[in-house]
């Protein structure tokens, strides 16, 4: 699956979620989970956090899906808001939009 690491995270209302300087971006946090995490193989972790931090898009493959998904489910740090997020965006599903709503008559 082909992974764009520049999507922007938003919040329950739809707003893209600030980050320090820029917005919380799916490769910023993945990279950040991927360094601070314990693993068996931390020179694996270290590797993956840098690709996440400096690549646009990512191709993964079922091996590396699925050992981040594990990566950001055991993940303590961060919300159900954002890990939710990422879990959705990993299977290729798209977050519902509310800011978009229309009313239908």
Do not use: H
Not at 30 to 44: F, G, V
Not at 61 to 83: A, G, H, Q, R
Request: neutral net charge; contains cysteine.
């Amino acid at each position: 699956m082909k992974l764009n690491l520049k999507t922007v995270l938003k919040d329950l209302d739809g707003k893209e979620i600030p980050d320090g300087d820029g917005k919380l971006e799916v490769g910023r946090i993945i990279s950040t989970m991927l360094a601070n995490s314990k693993s068996e193989d931390p020179l694996r972790n270290y590797i993956l956090a840098m690709k996440y931090r400096e690549e646009k898009e990512r191709d993964v493959d079922s091996s590396e899906e699925e050992f981040v998904k594990n990566v950001i489910k055991s993940t303590e740090s961060w919300t159900p808001l954002v890990k939710g997020q990422l879990l959705m965006i990993m299977a290729d599903c798209k977050p519902v939009d509310n800011s978009k709503k229309e009313d239908k008559k």
